[in-house]
């Protein structure tokens, strides 16, 4: 049966669990993002951020519990067209090398036979600040890591989606290429207000791009709030390690 819709919420998990063989990599998760916000996933590496970000375009399929993107049940959806359907950035990108900027760039809306695919590639490259004029003609070993970045995200915005699942977009930038980053990110989503699930493992990352930030561990949110309640009154003693780190790490 299924429980009462909540049309503002974008993305929805309730009791989500899902184990491999031993591991438990989501032990009954809840999460709800409501419509236009962001919400980060921190955790140490192994924690269950990717599992469960993938559950949402099913790329991972839960043992137990329910998903809902945008209100409906994931398992009800065609997952090609859900997949199609939701912004997914992975931290290496994932550009296909052989092909051009541009061809890259449209590839969502070309597989989703959109007539205007080139159109919307152009936008999405020049809401990232990579004009189609100068890189569309480029191969990706010709950009910058920072660049390709950028790439991967107007692939991920070409079509339009109202959901965008980020899987450490930023992880593997230098910190001043990221931080570039983070301001293209912010003046986007302020832009399209697209709703964010951003798996982080920088506890600062979550506090700067995040309206409420969830902490997981072992399987489980230890506490989900925003930025200044996570800071102010960690839940548990393991939150509240990790905000002290993470203030070590700012003096630095
Ligand atoms: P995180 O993204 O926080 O690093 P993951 O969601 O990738 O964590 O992994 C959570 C746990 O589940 C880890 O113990 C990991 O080894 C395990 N795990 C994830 N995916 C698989 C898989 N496909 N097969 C076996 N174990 C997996
Ligand atoms: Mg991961």
Known sequence: MESELTPSCALE?????????????????????EAGAC?????????????LLRCFNRTVEPDQGLVRIKGRDVLRLDPIRLRRETGF?????????????LRNAAMVP???DMEDA?????????LVGLPAKEYGDRWPTELSGGQRQRVAIARALASHPDVLLMDEPFGALDAITRTDLHETFAALRDRLGVTV???????????????????MRDG??????????????????????????ARVGEAT
């Open 39 to 51: 919400v980060a996933l921190v955790g140490e590496s192994g924690s269950g951020k990717t599992t």
């Open 13 to 33: 998990a309730q009791d989500v669990r899902k184990s491999y063989g031993s591991v438990a990599a989501l032990a009954g998760v809840e999460l709800r993002v």
């Open 197 to 215: 699930l951003l798996v982080t493992h920088d506890l600062q990352e979550a506090f700067l791009l995040a309206d409420r930030v969830a902490v």
């Open 220 to 245: 489980t949110i230890h506490q989900l709030g925003a930025p200044g309640e996570i800071r102010g009154e960690p839940a548990t003693a393991y939150v509240a390690q990790l905000v002290r780190r």
């Open 118 to 126: 080139e159109d919307r590639a152009r936008w999405a490259l020049d």
């Open 89 to 101: 950035v992975q931290q290496e990108g994932g550009l296909l090398p052989h092909w051009s900027i």
């Open 110 to 112: 070309v597989l989703r």
